[in-house]
């Protein structure tokens, strides 16, 4: 062989050798997310998820993608969304934003894996089978929005001691309405106040409601533990304010918009883990060997600038249990 004639080959392998590499490189694995909230409502909720994803190796956009779906707030079109990531064949189905996103889920897949958070007893909604051993496709992270009302209720009495009558505001379409009614009227009881029970899934419910929480002369509002609450937060933070009316709220996000406490747990926290869970199960992990997460940690946080402005004076024992104060 003429020494030109193999500098000619050398070269077109050196082409070539690349170009079959790249071929036998593994596809990067698509994650589908799916969430009943909009993006503008959850940035802060996607960073921690992709800060989880990357404490187990996976970077999006390098070596893993992800496809977003947000039902906006019309919770009818999840199974359709969930549905359209499956045919897309993603590896991990991420459900958040209520256990209405993971039911959506669960019901359109019962292989894809799903990690979910949400409120309300997984075993119940028929998400798991039990939550050491969950033996499906699906784990994931348990809000505890609900469970931990009866506990809001005692730290809103705490604050407006003299409040006879509570109202409960409780979205009826959600699953775990029925739940948190039973909930709020037993704590109600426990505390000595009387709880009225108002329905709101619209922002005209909305408005409805405080409008017969103020002919009423309600003493304080319990904001109940519901994604479609958490994304009308400026306008119930508002009505709050406008009303002049004591609310307890079940994440922080509320306090930040001027909302006046909070008691629950970090949902940044939630969707951190929901990011480590999804990460271990590309790398190979069963849903059914991965117990479903039970937080451990709450915050209190507490607006000094809200209660000022309701004449609310905080008592000293409460602001040395709050986990932060915002002056």
Do not use: C
């Not at 496809?67 to 549905?83: F, K, P, V």
């Not at 959506?104 to 939550?131: M, Y």
């Not at 508002?238 to 306090?255: G, K, N, Q, S, T």
Request: hydrophobic share 45%; net charge positive.
């Amino acid at each position: 062989m003429r020494r030109r004639e193999f500098i000619t080959l050398l070269g077109g392998g050196a082409v070539a050798w690349p170009l079959v590499a790249r071929a036998q490189q593994p596809a990067k694995p698509v994650v589908g997310f799916l969430n009943s909230s909009s993006p503008e409502t959850s940035a802060h909720y996607v960073v921690a998820f992709r800060r989880g994803l990357n404490e187990t190796g996976y970077v999006e956009g390098q070596n893993v993608a992800i496809e977003y779906r947000w039902a906006q707030g019309r919770n009818d079109q999840l199974r359709a969304l969930a549905e359209d990531l499956i045919r897309r064949q993603v590896a991990v189905l991420v459900a958040v934003g209520g256990s209405v996103t993971a039911q959506a889920a669960r019901a359109a897949t019962a292989t894809i894996p799903i990690v979910f958070a949400g409120g309300g007893d997984p075993v119940a909604l028929g998400l798991v089978n039990s939550l050491n051993r969950p033996d499906g496709n699906a784990t994931g992270v348990v809000l505890m929005a609900t469970e931990l009302g009866p506990k809001r209720l005692e730290l809103l009495r705490d604050l407006v001691p003299k409040a006879t009558t509570i109202a409960a505001l409780v979205n009826p379409r959600s699953p775990l309405a029925a739940f948190e009614i039973s909930n709020a009227q037993a704590a109600g009881r426990t505390v000595g106040a009387q709880i009225h029970i108002l329905n709101a899934s619209t922002e005209r419910d909305i408005d409805v409601a405080f409008a017969d929480l103020v002919q009423r002369r309600t003493d304080a509002l319990y904001v109940g533990g519901d994604a479609y609450f958490a994304r009308q937060r400026a306008q119930l933070t508002a009505l709050a304010a406008r009303h002049a009316v004591p609310a307890i709220y079940d994440r922080r996000e509320f306090v930040d918009a001027g909302g006046l406490i909070s008691y629950g747990t970090p949902f940044t926290e939630i969707y951190h883990q929901v990011g480590i869970y999804t990460g271990r199960i590309l790398k190979g992990a069963k849903p059914a060997d991965l117990p479903v997460i039970q937080p451990t940690k709450f915050e209190l946080v507490i607006n000094l600038k809200t209660a000022k402005a309701l004449g609310l004076e905080i008592p000293p024992t409460l602001l040395a249990r709050a986990d932060e104060v915002i002056e």
